[in-house]
C-alpha cells in the first residue's frame, strides 16, 4: 500500500507569505485546506509540530531566530484548517515533544517494516534522511517536492544535493539550518560539503583522522581549521538534526480509508411520542367528516421592479418558496449548514457564505442560486457576464440586451433603457492586450470571442445600470487584474 505523510507547516509557511495583503481574513486556512485535499488520498495523513520539541532544550538557540508574536496569526489559521480536514476524516499527528518530522520518521521506520511505501510531502529537507529505495520485504520512502512537485528518490537526492540520502544527515551538520538558528561548519557551504562526504563517506570518519589529513594537506588547510573549531558542537548539532523514529504514532489510522465525517442535518426533528397503548381506548369515536374539496393555492405574484431593482421575495405559497430563508436566523442556520456540508468550504467561514446569501438576496437571487452565482474576490461581489445581463433583463430596467458582433478581435453589445437612446459598446483584444490580461495560456488566447463577449457585455451592463450592478464585477476581470 502507498501511504502519503503531509508536512503541515511546509505548506502553511509558504501560503501565509504570500497571502498577507489577502482582504479575505481566512486565505491562509482556505488555502491550506484546499491544497491538503488536492494532495491527499485515501491514505494520507497530517503531521504537525507540537508546541516545543525536545531541541529546545538540547539548544537554547534552537529557532531562537522565530518571534512567536509574529506568528499568532498563522497558528490560528492552521488551526482552523486542521478543525476542517479532521472534518474531512484526515488522521492528524503530532506528539508532545516531537516535531513533525520526528513524526514522520515514526511513521516511515513503522511502514518500511511492514512493506509500505511512503511519499513525503515536504520542502524540508532534513526529511531526505529518510529516503530509501524499495527492498525485498520493506517499503521505498520518497519525498515529493512542495516547489516543484518532483519525487525524490535516492538516485535523485544525490543528483541534487552530491551526497546519498543516509549522508544527508552529515551534510546537514556541516552545512547547518538557517531557518532553524542550526550554524554548521563556518566557511564550509553545500559544495563543500558534498566534496568530502564525497571522498570520506561520513563526519566520523573525517574527525577520526583530522589530524593526519591537515598534515597531509588532503583537506585544504581552512576547512580543516574549520573542523576542529566545530569539533565542540559536533554532537550538540548532529543531534538537532538527526530525525527521532520514537515518537508516538497510531500507525493503523492511515490504513483505513479516509471516511469523512457525517453532514449535520439540516433541521433537528423532534423525535415522535410513542402512541398509547390502546390505540381503541385513546382515539375518541367521531363520526368521519365528509372531505371537502380542496382549494388550489392562488399563483405567487411575480417580482416587480422598483426603481428598476428586483424587489426580493414573495410571500412562500410553495415548496420552493417555503425553502427559502425568511429571517437573518434562517439565513445563518442556511450558512452554517452549508458551510459544514463542504460543497461551499471554499468561501472560506460560515459567515462568508452567509454575506452571499445576503448579497443574492439584495439581488433578487433565491439561496441555492446565490451560494452558485456570488463569488467573494478581492474582497469585491462579483457575479458571472450572463448572471449581469440576466439580472437587467429580468428587472424590466431594460427594452433589450442583446449581442450585435462576437469574433476573436472585438465583441460588440447595444441595450436601450426606457425612452434613452439606444446605447453601443465595443470591446476589442487589443484593449485585452493594452490591459495586460492576453497571456500564453491563458483563456484570451484559448477563448477570446468568449472572453471579449463577457467583458464587453459586463461593462456596458454597469454603464447603464449602475443602479442595479453597482459595484459588481465578473470574476474574470478581477482574477486577471491580480
Given at each position: 500500500?502507498?501511504?502519503?505523510?503531509?508536512?503541515?507547516?511546509?505548506?502553511?509557511f509558504p501560503i501565509w507569505h504570500m497571502a498577507g495583503s489577502d482582504p479575505n481574513v481566512n486565505a491562509v486556512s482556505d488555502q491550506l485546506v484546499a491544497r491538503v485535499r488536492a494532495l491527499g488520498d485515501n491514505h494520507t495523513a497530517i503531521c504537525c509540530d507540537a508546541g516545543k520539541s525536545f531541541?529546545?532544550?538540547?539548544?537554547?538557540?534552537?529557532?531562537?531566530?522565530?518571534?512567536?508574536?509574529?506568528?499568532a496569526t498563522l497558528y490560528h489559521q492552521i488551526d482552523l484548517a486542521l478543525d476542517r480536514l479532521r472534518g474531512d476524516g484526515f488522521?492528524?499527528?503530532?506528539?508532545?515533544?516531537?516535531?513533525?518530522?520526528?513524526?514522520i520518521a515514526s511513521?516511515?521506520?513503522?511502514?518500511?517494516?511492514?512493506?509500505?511505501?511512503?511519499?513525503i510531502v515536504s520542502a524540508d529537507k532534513d526529511l531526505l534522511q529518510l529516503v530509501t529505495d524499495r527492498e525485498e520485504g520493506a517499503g521505498g520512502i520518497a519525498v515529493k517536492s512542495i516547489k516543484t512537485g518532483d519525487i525524490l528518490d535516492e538516485a535523485a537526492v544525490e543528483a541534487r544535493f552530491g551526497v546519498r540520502p543516509r549522508q544527508?544527515?552529515?551534510?546537514?551538520?556541516?552545512?547547518?539550518?538557517?531557518?532553524?538558528?542550526?550554524?554548521?561548519?563556518v566557511g564550509i557551504g553545500e559544495k563543500g560539503a558534498a566534496a568530502l562526504l564525497q571522498t570520506y563517506d561520513s563526519l566520523d570518519a573525517i574527525y577520526t583522522q583530522l589530524d593526519s589529513l591537515i598534515e597531509a594537506k588532503d583537506i585544504k588547510p581552512s576547512q580543516g581549521l574549520a573542523?576542529?573549531?566545530?569539533?565542540?558542537?559536533?554532537?550538540?548539532?548532529?543531534?538537532?538534526?538527526?530525525?527521532?523514529?520514537?515518537?508516538?504514532?497510531?500507525?493503523?489510522?492511515?490504513?483505513?480509508?479516509r471516511t469523512p465525517k457525517d453532514v449535520p442535518p439540516m433541521i433537528d426533528e423532534p423525535e415522535p411520542e410513542p402512541p398509547p397503548d390502546d390505540i381503541d381506548e385513546a382515539l375518541p369515536s367521531v363520526p368521519t367528516p365528509t372531505p371537502a374539496p380542496p382549494v388550489p393555492p392562488p399563483p405567487p405574484a411575480p417580482a416587480k421592479p422598483v426603481n428598476g431593482t428586483l424587489t426580493v421575495m414573495p410571500e412562500a405559497t410553495g415548496w420552493n418558496e417555503a425553502l427559502e430563508p425568511r429571517t437573518m436566523s434562517d439565513?445563518?442556520?442556511?450558512?452554517?449548514?452549508?458551510?459544514?456540508?463542504?460543497?461551499?468550504?471554499?468561501?472560506?467561514?460560515?459567515?462568508?457564505?452567509?454575506?452571499?446569501?445576503?448579497?443574492?438576496?439584495?439581488?433578487g437571487l433565491a439561496a441555492m442560486a446565490s451560494l452558485r452565482a456570488v463569488q467573494i474576490i478581492e474582497g469585491k461581489l462579483t457575479l458571472s457576464a450572463d448572471l449581469m445581463r440576466g439580472l437587467i433583463l429580468r428587472s424590466g430596467a431594460v427594452k433589450y440586451f442583446r449581442c450585435i458582433e462576437r469574433t476573436a478581435e472585438q465583441s460588440t453589445w447595444e441595450t436601450q433603457r426606457g425612452d434613452d437612446p439606444p446605447v453601443r459598446l465595443t470591446y476589442t483584444i487589443e484593449e485585452a492586450r493594452q490591459a495586460g490580461v492576453v497571456k500564453p495560456g491563458s483563456g484570451?488566447?484559448?477563448?477570446?470571442?468568449?472572453?471579449?463577449?463577457?467583458?464587453?457585455?459586463?461593462?456596458?451592463?454597469?454603464?447603464v445600470c449602475p443602479d442595479i450592478l453597482h459595484g459588481i464585477y465578473t470574476p474574470e476581470e478581477l482574477r486577471e487584474n491580480q
Open positions: 500500500m502507498r501511504l502519503t505523510l503531509i508536512d503541515l507547516s511546509s505548506l502553511a531541541r529546545n532544550e538540547v539548544s537554547a538557540d534552537y529557532k531562537a531566530n522565530r518571534r512567536p508574536e509574529d506568528r488522521p492528524i499527528w503530532n506528539a508532545p515533544g516531537f516535531e513533525a518530522d520526528d513524526v511513521a516511515c521506520n513503522k511502514a518500511a517494516e511492514d512493506g509500505h511505501d511512503i511519499i544527508m544527515r552529515d551534510w546537514l551538520t556541516i552545512v547547518g539550518d538557517v531557518s532553524d538558528n542550526v550554524r554548521g561548519v573542523l576542529k573549531a566545530f569539533a565542540v558542537r559536533l554532537e550538540e548539532v548532529r543531534t538537532l538534526i538527526t530525525l527521532r523514529t520514537d515518537a508516538p504514532v497510531p500507525f493503523d489510522d492511515i490504513l483505513e480509508p439565513a445563518i442556520t442556511l450558512a452554517k449548514h452549508a458551510f459544514d456540508s463542504r460543497q461551499f468550504s471554499a468561501y472560506g467561514t460560515p459567515q462568508a457564505v452567509l454575506m452571499s446569501l445576503l448579497a443574492g438576496r439584495e439581488l484570451w488566447v484559448k477563448y477570446a470571442p468568449d472572453m471579449l463577449v463577457a467583458r464587453a457585455s459586463s461593462k456596458l451592463a454597469r454603464l
